[in-house]
């Protein structure tokens, strides 16, 4: 389960950020992960709640921002939203498409403890 390395890693983060900015606390965190980050949600929330056990984020709330996979379609010239991978281009149905997002896995926004 690399979710938990990843969560601890998020803790590494948010420990170094309070440390720099004299946080107290941290009540809440937000993270942007996207369809293609290999990331499965549930482990990530369930490890996060453990991560966070004796650092400066405990009792943190989670929030999850799911974010879509997009791709430039080289056939038809445009920005779309793709489902998987390898779909073909869901505006003209060309298969010569470059990922453009969709791999994300970052901390959006934490909410700070006054």
Known sequence: MHEMSICMSIVESLEESA?????????KVWLEIG???GVEVRALEFSFD???RGSIAEGAELE???TQAGAWCFSCDEA???EQRYD???K???HQLTVTGGEELKIKQISIKE
């Open 92 to 94: 003209c149905g060309g």
């Open 64 to 66: 999850i921002i799911e």
């Open 88 to 90: 073909p281009c869901p």
């Open 35 to 37: 369809p293609f980050s």
């Open 50 to 52: 453990v991560a966070i």
């Open 19 to 27: 440390k720099a900015n004299n946080y107290k606390g941290i009540d």
């Open 80 to 82: 779309v939203v793709i």
